[in-house]
């Protein structure tokens, strides 16, 4: 499968601050997802990304797609304790299959 | 959304022994993809689960090791057999909506002892 990595691996943020999620690939990806899972839970879809230099938001979470369509970002305005969680990028494979990138396990400081 | 409905939730099992775990979703899939999930890592594709044909492994994982079973397009198991302390994790199925989205089952917390 191919390598999709992120970092950080670890954030700590203080409530209110800002928080950014980097995820790279070693090939271009025809689109790419972020997912959310909450401690002891199960991954949950935020959203996909498919155009290049493509830019989405859902409320304080602001998500882009590299001109390259090889990595993505996905920034966090202002958090909050219900955003605590670990966030992974992931990419399609070739038989519609996802591989999930290393994660980025944020916490937040109330 | 899809509903997928896995069991166990958890288990303790001992080494050397075998753990079938089970997949039931709310409508008929293609394909449904089972993952493993260490403690504090990321998700591990295994296999592809195709209904009527062998599933499809990831380098690394092997059919006699994690034997899948997909009778309907509705169900689907992963067996872990003759475990060992570093099969213990966590263990999800997966599938596809509309080609974008992945749903996951609760999971299975497996500890091997």
């Known amino acids: 499968g191919q390598q999709v990595m992120q970092i950080p691996q670890y954030q700590h943020v203080q409530e209110g601050e800002d928080f950014t999620t980097y995820c790279n690939s070693s090939?271009?990806?025809?689109?790419i997802q972020w997912y959310k899972q909450r401690p002891g839970g199960h991954p949950v879809f935020l959203i996909q990304l498919v155009k290049s230099g493509e830019v989405k938001k859902q409320k304080r979470l602001t998500f882009q797609f590299g001109e390259a369509k090889k990595n993505s970002s996905l920034h966090i305005t202002a958090t909050q304790t219900t955003d605590v969680g670990t966030y992974f990028c992931a990419g399609p494979g070739g038989g519609n299959q996802f591989y999930f990138g290393t994660g980025t396990s944020l916490t937040v400081i109330p | 959304s899809a509903v997928i409905s896995q069991k166990p939730s958890r288990d303790i099992c001992q080494r050397g022994t075998s753990l079938t775990i089970q997949c039931q979703v709310d409508s008929q899939v293609t394909m449904m993809f089972w993952y493993r999930q260490q403690p504090g890592q990321s998700l591990t594709l295994i296999a592809t689960a195709n209904q009527g044909s062998e599933a499809t492994y990831e380098s690394g994982f092997v059919i006699d090791k994690f034997p899948i079973s997909r009778p309907n397009l509705t169900f689907s198991t992963l067996t872990v057999s003759n475990m060992s302390p570093e099969d213990s994790s966590i263990y999800l199925c997966?599938?596809?909506?509309?080609?974008?989205?992945?749903?996951f089952g609760q999971g299975t917390r497996l500890t091997v002892v």
């Open positions: 090939t271009t990806l025809s689109n």
């Open positions: 997966s599938v596809i909506r509309g080609n974008t989205e992945a749903f």
